[in-house]
């Protein structure tokens, strides 16, 4: 950062900066909220920490001190001007300019600081790919991602629906397939809301910070998860039918239907994680 910068408060020097939309670029730009992030993801001077999509550095230069090691990426060549000063004032910073979704975290993070568990992952991610990031950091049902094991926690900024979407409970009209696949590897917890003020420029939606913590082991032992995620789908690709009907719309037949004997008022979207996967296991066994 220029002495010039310094002087500036974030949302002018956000405002100064040539930014590009295809990116979704919203930098945050409210130091309260930056103070709650610090606060809330409990970070130590043992703590390698991932940041993605870093910018020109403003959350980035609040983590530094607050931990052992910084590593970030950022697809924008020009933010990474910002970066390259911070990495040049820090020995504790590290950065790559590369598409997160293109990069695995052992590309980013040298062995000696990339152990099991250990990595905590502090982001303002660019909204569009939100589940795009989660399934690349922790991979799909059932098919863990080779980054997953390195997490220990994930602590996220995100649209405030999708937040809610990620800790709904069965039943509620937020309660969908992005739920059961947040806790099948983690434990989503809802923090605290950020406004869209807070962000220059302002984004259309309000925001949300959340932590992912890593589950031990999955919630749910899924022998067959390909069909796990297949059930899934068809209870939210018709969440309106009941779940028989569900299941016909997407290609179960009726023998596998009248198999699984369910109540014929019963709907998808009230079933958790642990009884979506039990009527898999018994569809499995049909015909042991």
Do not use: W
């Amino acid at each position: 950062m220029t002495s010039e910068a310094s002087n500036l408060s974030l949302a002018e020097r956000a405002k100064r900066y040539s930014k590009q939309k295809s990116l979704g670029q919203n930098f945050l730009v409210d130091e309260y909220i930056h103070d709650s992030i610090i606060k809330v993801s409990d970070l130590s001077k043992d703590d390698i920490v991932l940041e993605i999509g870093a910018g020109i550095g403003f959350l980035t230069e609040r983590l530094i001190p607050e931990v052992k090691h910084l590593y970030a990426i950022e697809l924008d060549s020009n933010a990474c001007t910002h970066l390259e000063i911070l990495s040049k004032l820090n020995s504790n910073f590290s950065y790559k300019n590369a598409d997160v979704l293109q990069t695995n975290l052992k590309d980013l993070i040298p062995e000696e600081h990339l152990q099991p568990g250990k990595i905590k992952v502090v982001a303002n991610i660019p909204y569009q790919i939100t589940t795009k990031i989660l399934i690349h950091l922790l991979g799909e049902i059932g098919f863990p991602s080779e980054n997953k094991e390195y997490i220990s926690d994930i602590y996220i900024l995100v649209q405030k629906e999708y937040a809610e979407r990620l800790s709904a409970e069965p039943g509620v009209k937020d309660y969908s397939a992005v739920t059961l696949f947040a806790n099948y590897y983690t434990v989503p917890e809802y923090l605290f809301t950020v406004e869209a003020e807070c962000f220059q420029p302002a984004p259309k939606v309000t925001s949300a910070f959340i932590k992912l913590a890593l589950r031990d082991k999955p919630r749910v032992e899924a022998p067959n998860p390909k069909q796990l995620r297949r059930f899934i789908k068809a209870i939210f690709a018709n969440r309106r039918k009941v779940l028989s009907n569900s299941l016909k719309a997407a290609g179960y037949s009726k023998e596998e239907i009248d198999f699984l004997d369910l109540d014929p008022k019963l709907r998808g979207e009230t079933l958790t994680l642990e009884q979506i996967n039990e009527l898999v296991i018994k569809l499995d066994n049909k015909d042991a």
